[in-house]
């Protein structure tokens, strides 16, 4: 199993990203998945996640009201849309995958999952 994120890049605070993890050998409609993000000498921490069933969802109180997850089961993507960024927003973020059998699980640990892609840097320029 392999995850793609993309999508990440430097953007002026109050502007939008979208990214992207794409994943080969796994379909995202079998697991639940989140993105997570980690800063410079901070430990890694949830940002959103999206249940098996593609509607149920969890977000991080910090970014709630201005990030969307959502899932094109077509392409095989979980996209995570960053809109109103911050300075505090900038990280490596993180797509994390784990195959369950609910339909409405979302895991909020890193621990909890099972897949990881290789992380797509976010800069916001204040």
């Known amino acids: 199993v392999q995850l793609q994120a993309s999508g990440g890049g430097l953007v002026q605070a109050g502007g939008s990203l979208r990214l992207s993890c794409a994943a080969s050998?796994?379909?995202?409609?079998?697991?639940?998945t989140g993105w997570f993000r980690q800063g410079p000498g901070k430990e890694r921490e949830f940002v959103s996640g999206?249940?098996?069933?593609?509607?149920?969802?969890k977000y991080a109180n910090s970014v709630k009201g201005r990030f969307t997850i959502s899932r094109d089961s077509a392409k095989n993507t979980v996209y995570l849309q960053m809109n109103s960024l911050k300075p505090e927003d900038a990280a490596v973020y993180y797509c994390?995958?784990?195959?369950?059998?609910?339909?409405?699980?979302?895991?909020?640990?890193?621990?909890?999952?099972?897949?990881w892609g290789q992380g797509t840097l976010v800069t916001v320029s204040s």
């Open positions: 994390a995958t784990k195959r369950t059998f609910s339909s409405f699980q979302l895991l909020m640990s890193p621990h909890d999952y099972d897949y």
């Open positions: 050998k796994l379909t995202f409609s079998s697991t639940t």
């Open positions: 999206i249940a098996r069933n593609g509607i149920s969802t």
